[in-house]
């Protein structure tokens, strides 16, 4: 079992920035998939963005430029460094944990085996 906590949610207005952060305890593999997804009241779950230990980084395309995923391997972390925020992403974040490589094309929530709790990030127009 995987354990994931993730940090850093909160309250900005449009325009602003939030980093999250997201901790992988427990039967952790040294080669793993760290993804961020969120999910609005209503809507289905989106993966925004993913990161493997070897660092290939995926990204959904509405946040291209403006959103930074990075890790730390050692400390099991992953991080979302959130810019340029637009209301319309008020929404829970979820980290999500797979062993191996993040998949490609299109990944969903099935992809990955283990949740976080999730972090609200509100943005205010």
């Known amino acids: 079992q995987v354990q994931l906590v993730e940090f850093g949610g909160g309250s900005v207005q449009a325009g602003g920035s939030l980093r999250l952060s997201c901790v992988a305890t427990g039967d952790t593999s040294k080669w793993n998939c760290m993804a961020w997804f969120r999910q609005a009241p209503g809507k289905e779950r989106e993966g925004v963005a993913s990161m493997y230990t070897g660092g290939t980084i995926y990204y959904v395309e509405s946040v291209k430029g403006r959103f930074t995923v990075s890790r730390d391997n050692a400390k099991n972390t992953v991080y979302l460094q959130m810019n340029s925020l637009k209301s319309e992403e008020t929404a829970m974040y979820y980290c999500?944990?797979?062993?191996?490589?993040?998949?490609?094309?299109?990944?969903?929530?099935?992809?990955?085996?283990?949740w976080g709790q999730g972090t609200q990030v509100t943005v205010s127009a």
């Open positions: 999500a944990y797979k062993t191996g490589y993040c998949p490609g094309g299109r990944w969903g929530p099935s992809n990955f085996a283990y």
